[in-house]
């Protein structure tokens, strides 16, 4: 037989599915992904336009001749018996593919030729396929076979065709994940396609990725790469080519000014003047052109991406392009990633303890479908793809696709076999500093295909909670890798707390940190496969591991080229979803081999601790004697120099303080703290093992950072969210390690709060309570201090709480001050969540029992449960302290005094889109420290007389009691602004109901049955209309805006004139509505006061046969909705976003007419009209 080798390309033109008439005629496949996958016969599609032949025929339709020689037909019309390679001499001589285009249809990843029974029927073009399609009848060769091709016996040996190297591809432009609907499209376009492709499991995966984004590559096109070079300069312009003209005339006139007699010298004066006067004015208006210019480049690129934006405003700058030449590159990388002791078998030395066989087994069954679902739910949507351009991001949204992967993953696990897809990794170097140009400043990141990724996350999950059941990785020492441990927190706290704890009792401790060099690179694959041996992983695991390392290529992109593939002889790649767990797996192996010779050191309460703490490639020893810190760090050497690693040699720190006690790694000295501070797991330890030095630190970066983020040109909602988001998460790690009393977290908040006051444009007096406080209104901002509370709390109940018993049953006590301690925070809220699971849940308000959300009991929570719980119990002290002292704040805690409003709460996109005078107003308008006459006369001892009338100028009396502004129309027109906004919804609300078919007095309710075979809707039909409009469909109402309302005479006759009438002559119903813009403390008053003036108007109007309800609503001056507002549109049958959407439209409507009045507050003058 014959057998091709040719890889397969299909390329997608247009987004359009296939017609059921084209459907009809693709002929059956063999094999599918999911059924049996037993079929050798390889059915491909034709690439046209490029040099690839495909196979597209089964064992039937060949036409065997001599020496393998079959009827070969040409789009061109020529046909002649000979082989594959006749064939492709032909195209290549005529041209015959170089001016084909592909065709614009869907179909063409469904053109499968027809199958026949006729084994000598010679072949012919099928007519459902496109005409430039090459039919090349040849049967796919079997993997397991070992008969020569009669290609090879016939014709002398070609050489290999050096495969095409896309080490990365240009990222397309998905959907947002939000476009549930084109999604949709997407997943039953690329389900239909990849369910025709017809062959092995392993070619379909080899072909899938390369399907999936030329699809997404004519469908929705890519994102075109950065050329890396500098852009022009823009042309300059009239101003600029003034200026430069004004500064050469000025030139000109001072050196004429040396030459010329007195008398002219005054005339060139005059000129000099001239210039100069022109030239302020223009170099004035050329800055102001640059900072707009600037500010508008730094709001762009915010918007842009904020969280870049962030990062590179904190991050030091790294940047650079490599200058080394390709070749000087690839000679490079195939030093690192070469072994030439690969083939050396490695022994694990005899005197290891051994371990017992393992009392769970490990799953070796193929994966399940929630395995696969988990694994690309946890993933990250925003991660780089691999070679083959696709992200996580499509098998998010395209369920059915990920299926279909799932389906050919079980086939290769049970044929054990790893595509080659899988095995082969895009590299970027990424710079490490500024100015990089030498290979040695950047590091690598691979990128693999995110398929293999989800693979090998299965088995890495498995892998791990085998080893972790059966007690394989010694937590206490290891805890990389094994999920449900903070193993930097852990290790850092305990390490520091014997530190300590030696230096405070005066006891021997002897501290060594150790890292290898290049461990991740340099840890040999024998290793990996011994440490597999000792801890029984199971046979069909480690050989699908191994097929994996056996084959792994990657290659590198600069700007300027690509190199060649690179074979992973040695190391393990970042980027990799098995390879931490597999290297954790061998760094375990070689402490077990060295950790037995010492024992570690033993507390007062008899606690043995390891000798040994390891993450990852960090090791710290912490022995008591100088004799047993030398034995075992001799034996660490020695199994490293036999794992063919290498030590690095860090620092020593002796007895808790410094000692002149030295260390060696075989010849090298290990320096002490005194000589060079070392960073361990995200700590710093220097001479004086003391965290003051660390604290002045943090309040320096504390600083800069502020000062960073007020020198950028973004208006103060955008700096806040710097600091939300950038300055403050960076902070929040060194104030959790390390020692920092809570006096100074205070000082640190005081600097935060002196910049944010100024970027929200309110006085120093006010208070934090209305920046952090969660009261009447919430900013989206969090306290310093609550958050190192949080994460101290955090901290104490993760020590407490671990699952290493070494570290619960010596939980060091965390040092926070004398003030503040965590410990008892801890114990406060444990019992307060206590007494609360005795009381168990109470009613707030007026709502029905069971109304309130039930919480989580304390006592039946989980570990995590309960570290969340005492957390919020935290954060709910913080805030009643709080609370407690606004209410001793008579100026701005006088919202603590108001009733039957709603709180209200500014997220990060309303803030965004406020003005900043508006959200200055509205944060002083609540707290009453806007300048006011009578807080000017308080502040400066200024006229508190209102400008209107002689009256005292409160802000009360400015909102709402001033006699002049009400004569004037202000607060009218404030009020029907209100109530414009209001009506339009209700309006909207009353035309939709009569809009609806007429409702039924009995409506059947009908159930809908879903056929076999069949999904369900993804979305459900309409819920039917509630509320009381939904019970008559001939609604009206009228406004009283414009004219004068006239109450309708059927209903009753009056002279009153509410707001809004909204009745239905076919129920009989009318509502009553009466609108008030009252000061807040008023609120209740006035619902009272309008209940009562329309109390005899609804009894005359049910003495008639009406069943009528005044709802008299009220909406504060600044913007504060009452309940009332709320239970009238909920009664109206508005909910959800649409009564968000009400009340935010109201809240505003209010605000700006108050901020309005405010602004007008001296003007005499009141030219608005409504």
Same mark, same amino acid.
């Given at each position: 037989?014959?057998?091709?080798?040719?890889?397969?390309?299909?390329?997608?033109?247009?987004? #359009?599915?296939?017609?059921?008439?084209?459907?009809? @005629?693709?002929?059956?496949?063999?094999?599918?992904?999911?059924?049996?996958?037993?079929?050798?016969?390889?059915?491909?599609?034709?690439?046209?336009?490029?040099?690839?032949?495909?196979?597209?025929?089964?064992?039937?339709?060949?036409?065997?001749?001599?020496?393998?020689?079959?009827?070969?037909?040409?789009?061109?019309?020529?046909?002649?018996?000979?082989?594959?390679?006749?064939?492709?001499?032909?195209?290549?001589?005529?041209? =015959?593919?170089?001016?084909?285009?592909?065709?614009?249809?869907?179909?063409?990843?469904?053109?499968?030729?027809?199958?026949?029974?006729?084994?000598?029927?010679?072949?012919?073009?099928?007519?459902?396929?496109?005409?430039?399609?090459?039919?090349?009848?040849?049967?796919?060769?079997?993997?397991?076979?070992?008969?020569?091709?009669?290609?090879?016996?016939?014709?002398?040996?070609?050489?290999?065709?050096?495969?095409?190297?896309?080490?990365?591809?240009?990222?397309?432009?998905?959907?947002?994940?939000?476009?549930?609907?084109?999604?949709?499209?997407?997943?039953?376009?690329?389900?239909?396609?990849?369910?025709?492709?017809?062959?092995?499991?392993?070619?379909?995966?080899?072909?899938?990725?390369?399907?999936?984004?030329?699809?997404?590559?004519? !469908?929705?096109?890519?994102?075109?790469?950065?050329?890396?070079?500098?852009?022009?300069?823009?042309?300059?312009?009239?101003?600029?080519?003034?200026?430069?003209?004004?500064?050469?005339?000025?030139?000109?006139?001072?050196?004429?000014?040396?030459?010329?007699?007195?008398?002219?010298?005054?005339?060139?004066?005059?000129?000099?003047?001239?210039?100069?006067?022109?030239?302020?004015?223009?170099?004035?208006?050329?800055?102001?052109?640059?900072?707009?210019?600037?500010?508008?480049?730094?709001?762009?690129?915010?918007?842009?991406?904020?969280?870049?934006?962030?990062?590179?405003?904190?991050?030091?700058?790294? =940047?650079?392009?490599?200058?080394?030449?390709?070749?000087?590159?690839?000679?490079?990388?195939?030093?690192?990633?070469?072994?030439?002791?690969?083939?050396?078998?490695?022994?694990?030395?005899?005197?290891?303890?051994?371990?017992?066989?393992?009392?769970?087994?490990?799953?070796?069954?193929?994966?399940?479908?929630?395995?696969?679902?988990?694994?690309?739910?946890?993933?990250?949507?925003?991660?780089?793809?691999?070679?083959?351009?696709?992200?996580?991001?499509?098998?998010?949204?395209?369920?059915?696709?990920?299926?279909?992967?799932?389906?050919?993953?079980?086939?290769?696990?049970?044929?054990?076999?790893?595509?080659?897809?899988?095995?082969?990794?895009?590299?970027?170097?990424?710079?490490?500093?500024?100015?990089?140009?030498?290979?040695?400043?950047?590091?690598?990141?691979?990128?693999?295909?995110?398929?293999?990724?989800?693979?090998?996350?299965?088995?890495?999950?498995?892998?791990?909670?085998? #080893?972790?059941?059966?007690?394989?990785?010694?937590?206490?020492?290891?805890?990389?890798?094994?999920?449900?441990?903070?193993?930097?927190?852990?290790?850092?706290?305990?390490?520091?707390?014997?530190?300590?704890?030696?230096?405070?009792?005066?006891?021997?401790?002897?501290?060594?940190?150790?890292?290898?060099?290049?461990?991740?690179?340099?840890?040999?694959?024998?290793?990996?496969?011994?440490?597999?041996?000792?801890?029984?992983?199971?046979?069909?695991?480690?050989?699908?591991?191994?097929?994996?390392?056996?084959?792994?290529?990657?290659?590198?992109?600069?700007?300027?080229?690509?190199?060649?593939?690179?074979?992973?002889?040695?190391?393990?790649?970042?980027?990799?979803?098995?390879?931490?767990?597999?290297?954790?797996?061998?760094?375990?192996?070689?402490?077990?081999?060295?950790?037995?010779?010492?024992?570690?050191?033993?507390?007062?309460?008899?606690?043995?601790?390891?000798?040994?703490?390891?993450?990852?490639?960090?090791?710290?020893?912490?022995?008591?004697?100088?004799?047993?810190?030398?034995?075992?760090?001799?034996?660490?050497?020695?199994?490293?120099?036999?794992?063919?690693?290498?030590?690095?040699?860090?620092?020593?720190?002796?007895?808790?303080?410094?000692?002149?006690?030295?260390?060696?790694?075989?010849?090298?000295?290990?320096?002490?703290?005194?000589?060079?501070?070392?960073?361990?797991?995200?700590?710093?330890?220097?001479?004086?093992?003391?965290?003051?030095?660390?604290?002045?630190?943090?309040?320096?970066?504390?600083?800069?950072?502020?000062?960073?983020?007020?020198?950028?040109?973004?208006?103060?909602?955008?700096?806040?969210?710097?600091?939300?988001?950038?300055?403050?998460?960076?902070?929040?790690?060194?104030?959790?390690?390390?020692?920092?009393?809570?006096?100074?977290?205070?000082?640190?908040?005081?600097?935060?709060?002196?910049?944010?006051?100024?970027?929200?444009?309110?006085?120093? =007096?006010?208070?934090?309570?209305?920046?952090?406080?969660?009261?009447?209104?919430?900013?989206?901002?969090?306290?310093?201090?609550?958050?190192?509370?949080?994460?101290?709390?955090?901290?104490?109940?993760?020590?407490?709480?671990?699952?290493?018993?070494?570290?619960?049953?010596?939980?060091?006590?965390?040092?926070?001050?004398?003030?503040?301690?965590?410990?008892?925070?801890?114990?406060?809220?444990?019992?307060?969540?206590?007494?609360?699971?005795?009381?168990?849940?109470?009613?707030?308000?007026?709502?029905?029992?069971?109304?309130?959300?039930?919480?989580?009991?304390?006592?039946?929570?989980?570990?995590?449960?309960?570290?969340?719980?005492?957390?919020?119990?935290?954060?709910?002290?913080?805030?009643?302290?709080?609370?407690?002292?606004?209410?001793?704040?008579?100026?701005?805690?006088?919202?603590?005094?108001?009733?039957?409003?709603?709180?209200?709460?500014?997220?990060?996109?309303?803030?965004?889109?406020?003005?900043?005078?508006?959200?200055?107003?509205?944060?002083?308008?609540?707290?009453?420290?806007?300048?006011?006459?009578?807080?000017?006369?308080?502040?400066?001892?200024?006229?508190?007389?209102?400008?209107?009338?002689?009256?005292?100028?409160?802000?009360?009396?400015?909102?709402?009691?001033?006699?002049?502004?009400?004569?004037?129309?202000?607060?009218?027109?404030?009020?029907?602004?209100?109530?414009?906004?209001?009506?339009?919804?209700?309006?909207?609300?009353?035309?939709?109901?009569?809009?609806?078919?007429?409702?039924?007095?009995?409506?059947?309710?009908?159930?809908?049955?879903?056929?076999?075979?069949?999904?369900?809707?993804?979305?459900?039909?309409?819920?039917?209309?509630?509320?009381?409009?939904?019970?008559?469909?001939?609604?009206?109402?009228?406004?009283?805006?414009?004219?004068?309302?006239?109450?309708?005479?059927?209903?009753?006759?009056?002279?009153?004139?509410?707001?809004?009438?909204?009745?239905?002559?076919?129920?009989?119903?009318?509502?009553?509505?009466?609108?008030?813009?009252?000061?807040? @403390?008023?609120?209740?008053?006035?619902?009272?006061?309008?209940?009562?003036?329309?109390?005899?108007?609804?009894?005359?109007?049910?003495?008639?046969?009406?069943?009528?309800?005044?709802?008299?609503?009220?909406?504060?001056?600044?913007?504060?909705?009452?309940?009332?507002?709320?239970?009238?549109?909920?009664?109206?049958?508005?909910?959800?976003?649409?009564? !968000?959407?009400?009340? !935010?439209?109201?809240?505003?409507?209010?605000?700006?007419?108050?901020?309005?009045?405010?602004?007008?507050?001296?003007?005499?003058?009141?030219?608005?009209?409504?």
């Amino acid at each position: 037989m014959l057998a091709v080798s040719d890889a397969i390309s299909v390329c997608w033109r247009h987004p #359009l599915s296939a017609t059921e008439s084209q459907q009809r @005629n693709i002929p059956l496949e063999p094999a599918r992904a999911g059924a049996q996958d037993g079929s050798t016969t390889d059915h491909m599609v034709t690439d046209p336009g490029t040099e690839t032949t495909t196979s597209r025929n089964t064992a039937h339709e060949t036409t065997i001749t001599a020496a393998g020689h079959t009827l070969q037909a040409c789009s061109c019309g020529w046909e002649r018996v000979t082989s594959a390679r006749g064939l492709r001499i032909h195209q290549g001589r005529k041209r =015959c593919l170089g001016e084909q285009r592909q065709g614009p249809r869907i179909d063409q990843y469904f053109l499968r030729s027809s199958q026949s029974n006729q084994s000598n029927e010679a072949q012919r073009r099928d007519a459902n396929q496109s005409s430039q399609s090459i039919s090349t009848p040849v049967t796919e060769e079997d993997n397991t076979s070992t008969e020569m091709p009669v290609d090879e016996l016939t014709q002398p040996q070609r050489p290999l065709k050096q495969e095409k190297i896309k080490g990365h591809r240009p990222s397309v432009k998905w959907p947002k994940a939000v476009e549930k609907r084109e999604w949709e499209t997407i997943n039953n376009d690329l389900t239909k396609i990849l369910e025709q492709q017809v062959g092995t499991a392993e070619k379909k995966l080899e072909r899938m990725g390369d399907i999936i984004y030329h699809y997404g590559e004519e !469908r929705f096109g890519v994102n075109e790469r950065r050329s890396g070079k500098t852009p022009p300069a823009p042309a300059k312009s009239r101003r600029q080519q003034e200026i430069e003209i004004l500064v050469r005339e000025r030139r000109q006139l001072r050196k004429q000014w040396k030459k010329v007699s007195d008398a002219e010298r005054e005339g060139l004066m005059l000129l000099q003047a001239d210039i100069k006067c022109r030239l302020a004015t223009l170099r004035r208006a050329e800055n102001l052109r640059k900072l707009r210019r600037k500010k508008e480049h730094s709001r762009t690129q915010f918007y842009k991406n904020p969280f870049k934006f962030v990062k590179d405003l904190f991050a030091k700058e790294k =940047c650079g392009i490599l200058k080394t030449p390709k070749p000087e590159l690839e000679e490079h990388l195939e030093k690192v990633h070469q072994d030439m002791k690969r083939h050396e078998q490695i022994i694990i030395p005899h005197d290891i303890p051994p371990i017992q066989p393992p009392e769970f087994n490990l799953d070796t069954d193929p994966p399940k479908w929630r395995e696969v679902e988990n694994v690309v739910r946890r993933a990250r949507a925003a991660s780089a793809p691999g070679p083959n351009g696709v992200p996580y991001k499509l098998y998010k949204n395209a369920p059915d696709v990920l299926r279909f992967l799932w389906r050919l993953m079980r086939i290769v696990w049970q044929k054990e076999i790893i595509p080659k897809a899988w095995r082969r990794a895009g590299g970027v170097l990424i710079p490490k500093e500024k100015d990089a140009t030498d290979i040695s400043q950047f590091r690598p990141i691979s990128l693999l295909n995110v398929e293999g990724k989800i693979f090998f996350s299965i088995i890495a999950q498995r892998l791990s909670t085998y #080893l972790e059941r059966n007690k394989y990785i010694d937590t206490s020492v290891q805890k990389a890798g094994i999920p449900g441990f903070s193993g930097c927190l852990e290790h850092t706290s305990m390490i520091w707390h014997q530190i300590q704890t030696a230096k405070k009792d005066k006891r021997d401790l002897y501290v060594i940190f150790l890292d290898l060099a290049n461990a991740f690179g340099s840890v040999p694959h024998e290793l990996l496969w011994e440490s597999f041996n000792f801890f029984h992983v199971p046979e069909p695991i480690t050989t699908l591991v191994k097929a994996y390392f056996q084959d792994l290529q990657l290659c590198f992109t600069t700007p300027d080229f690509t190199t060649t593939w690179q074979r992973l002889e040695v190391g393990i790649m970042a980027g990799c979803t098995i390879s931490p767990l597999a290297f954790t797996m061998a760094m375990e192996v070689i402490i077990r081999a060295s950790r037995w010779v010492v024992g570690g050191e033993r507390t007062k309460e008899g606690l043995r601790l390891p000798p040994i703490r390891a993450y990852m490639d960090d090791m710290t020893t912490l022995t008591t004697t100088a004799a047993c810190t030398r034995r075992l760090l001799a034996k660490l050497q020695d199994n490293i120099k036999w794992a063919r690693m290498k030590i690095k040699p860090s620092i020593s720190i002796v007895k808790g303080q410094l000692k002149d006690v030295r260390f060696c790694i075989g010849d090298d000295p290990i320096p002490t703290v005194s000589e060079q501070p070392i960073k361990s797991l995200g700590r710093w330890y220097n001479e004086s093992l003391r965290d003051k030095d660390q604290v002045q630190q943090v309040r320096q970066d504390i600083a800069d950072g502020l000062e960073n983020i007020n020198k950028t040109l973004l208006p103060g909602r955008l700096k806040l969210w710097c600091l939300q988001f950038g300055l403050l998460p960076r902070v929040m790690w060194p104030l959790t390690v390390y020692e920092v009393p809570i006096t100074t977290v205070e000082k640190m908040e005081r600097t935060i709060t002196s910049y944010v006051k100024k970027w929200l444009g309110v006085p120093r =007096c006010l208070s934090n309570i209305g920046l952090y406080g969660k009261g009447v209104l919430e900013l989206p901002l969090t306290s310093l201090t609550e958050e190192y509370k949080c994460s101290k709390v955090r901290l104490q109940m993760t020590l407490k709480d671990s699952k290493d018993q070494t570290i619960s049953k010596a939980a060091p006590p965390l040092q926070t001050g004398r003030k503040w301690t965590s410990s008892k925070a801890v114990q406060q809220a444990t019992s307060a969540l206590r007494h609360q699971d005795i009381v168990g849940n109470i009613q707030h308000g007026r709502g029905g029992f069971g109304l309130a959300a039930s919480k989580p009991t304390f006592h039946k929570a989980t570990t995590s449960e309960r570290r969340k719980l005492v957390v919020e119990e935290v954060r709910r002290q913080e805030e009643t302290a709080r609370s407690a002292k606004a209410v001793s704040l008579a100026k701005q805690g006088q919202w603590t005094r108001w009733e039957g409003l709603e709180r209200r709460k500014i997220n990060w996109s309303e803030l965004w889109q406020m003005e900043a005078s508006n959200i200055s107003f509205i944060i002083r308008a609540v707290y009453d420290v806007l300048p006011s006459p009578k807080n000017l006369h308080q502040w400066y001892g200024e006229d508190s007389t209102c400008p209107l009338c002689p009256a005292p100028a409160t802000l009360r009396h400015i909102m709402t009691g001033c006699k002049t502004s009400l004569s004037q129309g202000r607060y009218t027109w404030r009020h029907n602004q209100v109530l414009k906004s209001l009506a339009a919804a209700l309006e909207t609300k009353r035309s939709a109901t009569n809009s609806l078919p007429p409702k039924t007095s009995n409506p059947v309710k009908t159930t809908t049955f879903i056929r076999e075979g069949q999904k369900r809707p993804k979305y459900p039909p309409t819920k039917p209309e509630t509320g009381h409009l939904a019970m008559a469909r001939d609604w009206k109402m009228l406004v009283d805006i414009g004219q004068q309302l006239i109450f309708p005479p059927e209903i009753a006759s009056t002279n009153l004139r509410p707001d809004m009438v909204l009745w239905s002559p076919s129920r009989k119903a009318v509502y009553i509505i009466e609108l008030t813009v009252p000061w807040e @403390n008023s609120v209740e008053e006035a619902y009272e006061r309008k209940k009562l003036r329309y109390t005899e108007l609804a009894a005359d109007a049910t003495q008639r046969g009406w069943n009528a309800k005044v709802w008299p609503v009220e909406v504060g001056c600044r913007g504060f909705v009452a309940s009332s507002t709320i239970r009238l549109l909920k009664e109206l049958g508005i909910h959800g976003q649409a009564l !968000r959407q009400t009340v !935010r439209a109201v809240s505003q409507a209010a605000e700006r007419g108050s901020q309005w009045i405010w602004i007008k507050r001296k003007d005499p003058c009141w030219a608005i009209t409504s």
